[in-house]
C-alpha cells in the first residue's frame, strides 16, 4: 500500500501567517493516464472532511485561494498564504492512484 | 443541492451485524462510484470500500482489515449506498462516512460503536 508521510503532525500558527504542510508519497502517484491523484482535505471540529484541492494543484469550487497546491511524482505541499481563523482543524492529503485508497496521518493546524 | 445521510449506526455487540445505509440526492447517483470512509475516535480517516458504477460492472473493492467482513451495496433506483459490516470487532468503532469518488462531498457520518 501506498504511505503518505505528512509534516509537520502538528502546526501552530498567528493569523495572518503563511503555512506550508508536506505530504510525502512512498511511490510515485503518477498515473498512467497522465493524472497524479493526490487530494488535500480538510476536516475542523466536529465536522466532515471537506475538499480543498484535487489532482495536486486545482482548487476545489468555493474554496478560497489562500489555499493552493503543488509537488508531482512523491513530493506535495499544501501552502496556506495568510492563515485565517476559520482555517484551524485537521489537514489530511489522500492518494486515488493506487489501490487501496490511503490517506496520511494528518497535520493539525492550531491558531496562536 | 447535493446532499448524502448515512443512517443505520448505533451500539453493536461484538460479532454481530449492521448495515449503514447513505441516502444521497442532488446528483446522477447512478452515473458515479461511492466510497465509504471510516475514523476511529480520535484517529485519522482510512479507506474501507468502494462501488463502481454500472458501466464499471458495479466492481467492489475493500480495505485489507475489512475485506471478508465488509459488503458494499448500491440501489441505483433509490440512488443509496449500503455497508453490510459483519462479524463486528471492537476496532470497527467510529464514525463512518459516505463520499462521492471524487471526495467532493461528504455526508455528516454515522457513528458505530461495538462494545457488550
Known amino acids: 500500500d501506498v504511505v503518505l508521510t505528512q509534516t509537520p503532525p502538528t502546526l501552530s500558527a498567528t493569523i495572518g501567517q503563511s503555512v506550508s504542510i508536506s505530504c510525502r508519497s512512498s511511490?510515485?502517484?503518477?498515473?498512467?493516464?497522465?493524472?497524479?491523484?493526490l487530494n488535500w482535505l480538510l476536516q475542523r471540529p466536529g465536522q466532515s472532511p471537506q475538499l480543498l484541492i484535487y489532482s495536486v494543484s486545482n482548487l476545489e469550487s468555493g474554496v478560497p485561494n489562500r489555499f493552493s497546491g503543488s509537488g508531482s511524482e512523491t513530493d506535495f505541499t499544501l501552502k496556506i498564504s495568510g492563515v485565517e481563523a476559520e482555517d484551524l482543524g485537521v489537514y489530511y492529503c489522500?492518494?486515488?492512484?493506487?489501490?487501496?485508497?490511503?490517506f496520511g496521518s494528518g497535520t493539525k493546524l492550531e491558531i496562536k | 443541492e447535493v446532499k448524502l445521510e448515512e443512517s443505520g449506526g448505533g451500539l453493536v455487540q461484538p460479532g454481530m451485524s449492521v448495515k449503514l445505509s447513505c441516502a444521497t440526492s442532488g446528483f446522477t447517483f447512478s452515473d458515479y462510484w461511492m466510497e465509504w470512509v471510516r475514523q476511529a475516535p480520535g484517529k485519522g480517516l482510512e479507506w474501507v470500500a468502494e462501488i463502481r458504477n454500472k458501466a464499471n460492472n458495479y466492481a467492489t473493492y475493500y480495505g485489507k482489515s475489512v475485506k471478508g467482513r465488509f459488503t458494499i451495496s448500491r440501489d441505483d433506483s433509490k440512488s443509496i449506498v449500503y455497508l453490510q459490516v459483519n462479524s463486528i470487532r471492537s476496532e470497527d468503532t467510529g464514525i463512518y462516512y459516505c463520499?462521492?469518488?471524487?471526495?467532493?462531498?461528504w455526508g455528516q457520518g454515522v457513528m458505530v460503536t461495538v462494545s457488550s
Open positions: 489522500m492518494q486515488a492512484t493506487h489501490a487501496p485508497l490511503t
Open positions: 463520499t462521492i469518488h471524487y471526495f467532493d462531498y
Open positions: 511511490q510515485s502517484l503518477l498515473d498512467s493516464d497522465g493524472d497524479t491523484y
